[in-house]
Nanobody, 120 residues
């Protein structure tokens, strides 16, 4: 059974950094999304099975980076220069298509989410 477990969320001051981890039960293309209170789920970043292809949302370009450790079946989201509007629950998910990174329909398995709160 496919499983994804996020970790690394927490409370941080604006300008600070956090690194989120997503441990998966097997190796596959993965994506990160976030959902703020009262808003829809927003694409943040995606990474291919090999790690050679990456996608980053314009809203976090230059501040967030995605990477993976295939030996651990784990993907990471390094978040720097955090802003209060980055506050959200962050989810990782399996991208079944290995493409269409910002399309929710490309994702079929989701983690439980990890809360990121950025104080001003």
């Amino acid at each position: 059974q496919v499983q994804l477990v996020e970790s690394g969320g927490g409370l941080v001051q604006a300008g600070g950094s956090l690194r989120l981890s997503c441990a998966a039960s097997e190796r596959f293309a993965m994506g990160w999304f976030r959902q703020a209170p009262g808003k829809g789920r927003e694409f943040v970043a995606g990474i291919s099975w090999s790690g050679d292809t990456k996608a980053i949302a314009n809203s976090v370009q230059g501040r967030f980076t995605i990477s993976r450790d295939n030996a651990k079946n784990t993907a990471y989201l390094q978040m720097n220069s955090l802003k209060p509007w980055d506050t959200a629950v962050y989810y990782c998910a399996r991208n079944k298509d290995g493409d269409f990174w910002d399309d929710l329909g490309a994702y079929d398995y989701w983690g439980q989410g990890t809360q990121v709160t950025v104080s001003s």
